[in-house]
């Protein structure tokens, strides 16, 4: 019955999707913040929250060095005529792909532990700064001209936040400020070739300012667990308007434990993706001593996500893959993401 129930799901992650991959485009402009709104909540969920000393974070498309580069070395080309045919030889080779940059750093200050009742609560004070990026090139509506898309974002989150365990449930809450700026561009090939460049941080000036609240509760039963969350909850009004705004995100996931291995699924959702994108499945292992070693792997419905890490003491490393099984997507090839995270995670 289990083996049946998991080719059930699979079959469902398989199946074509209409409005999905595959699709002719509607539009001549692909919208970049959807794309990347997609893949940074899918980063963000990969893997249940540490509480650690300091977590450095980097996820990024493969190409993404080489291309930005080589843009970089051909517009400081001084010959016109060289410059102009190598800028649309590099485009033309990066035709019709995207590329996903992630950077993110964190830090917690730990305040004192203290118990109610039945209830461990172990507060801290915490700093998270992120830099995103979802870039694409394109000849969708005029095969003649590439351009090149772009969605860059910075946020900063300064707040409190506390764990809670119980022997029934376990979860977390935070109060924090919430600081982001965006901005989408479109470069026309002559963009380019006028030395603009394809990914500047230094544009993101203009700052949003919001409070927001996330919220997650884990219940057990037996060797299952079912968790409920939501982050970047806003009730408050932004300072200024962003392309982003200040959306929650909702997530669901139920978990079967078992000794040295885990399997599960979940949805979550945010306002410019629809559900159906937000659905996956995931397994684990588990090697427990010293060091302890963990495989995890994830199923989205275009990618697989594989995932070694090992723990240390307070060390902890993962490095991991997001490969596509489904290309192209939205006519655009994605390339596989590779990242990498290092965690000192507190002692006990």
Sequence with gaps: MR??????????????????QGAVPTT???????????????????????????????HISSGTKSLITEMSEATKEPNPIQKNLQVMALLNRYLNTERYLDLNASANIPLPYFR?????????AFYTFNL?????????????????QTYLKKEKAIGLSSEYRHEKYQGYFRLYQLTRSDVKSLLTYADIVENKSLIEFDSLNIEAQSYAVDLANTWNFKNKQLTAEVRELAPLPASVETHYGFRPLFHLNLRSNQTFWYYG??????????????????????????????????L???????????????LHLRYGMRLQY?????????PATHFVILEFQYPG
Aim: glycine share 6%; net charge neutral.
């Design 132 to 148: 995103g990026a979802q870039l694409s090139i394109s000849n969708f509506g005029d095969v003649t001209n590439p351009r090149a």
């Design 265 to 298: 699924g979940g949805l979550h959702y945010r306002r410019f993706y629809s559900l159906d994108n937000g659905l996956y499945a995931e397994a684990g292992i588990t090697r427990h001593g010293t060091p302890r070693l963990d495989f995890s792997t994830r």
């Design 116 to 124: 109610l009742r039945e209830v461990q609560f172990l507060p801290h």
């Design 28 to 58: 001549t402009v692909r919208d970049e913040l959807a794309r990347y709104t997609l893949l940074r909540d899918r980063t963000i969920l990969e893997r249940p929250e540490n509480l650690s000393i300091l977590s450095i974070k980097a």
């Design 300 to 314: 989205s419905n275009e990618s697989i996500n594989l995932t070694p890490e090992i723990t240390w003491g307070i």
């Design 326 to 334: 489904r290309n192209p997507v939205d006519e655009m090839w994605v």
């Design 3 to 20: 083996l049946y129930s998991c080719l059930l799901v699979l079959s469902l992650f398989t199946l074509p999707i209409p409005s999905g």
